[in-house]
């Protein structure tokens, strides 16, 4: 499975991006997919997952500005982030879990600027 992150720039603070992720293999088949995001000179941390069942789950820092989506027929994920704060900058990683298997993408670049 290889997986293929999109979207990400430079954007004021208050303003908007749109992450996509594209997976060589089938979603549904999926565990679930999500993201995590690494800013500079810290660790890994969880944005959202999302699950052929159950709930979705957004870290605690979300607060409802992101909302993840699934496009199964093209195999995408995205993510809508609103109301982005200069902390939200980070590389973005797509993620995906299945048959025991982590897969990670390339990350893409959000940066906020204040």
């Known amino acids: 499975v290889q997986l293929q992150a999109s979207g990400g720039g430079l954007v004021q603070a208050g303003g908007s991006l749109r992450l996509s992720c594209a997976s060589s293999?089938?979603?549904?088949?999926?565990?679930?997919m999500g993201w995590y995001r690494q800013a500079p000179g810290k660790q890994r941390e969880f944005v959202v997952r999302?699950?052929?069942?159950?709930?979705?789950i957004y870290g605690g820092f979300v607060q409802g500005r992101f909302t993840i989506s699934r496009d199964t027929a093209k195999n995408t994920v995205s993510l809508q982030m609103n109301s982005l704060k200069p902390e939200d900058t980070a590389v973005y990683y797509c993620h995906a879990f299945s048959g025991g298997t982590s897969y990670w993408g390339q990350g893409t670049l959000v940066t906020v600027s204040s």
């Open positions: 293999g089938n979603i549904v088949s999926f565990n679930y």
């Open positions: 999302i699950t052929n069942i159950g709930p979705t």
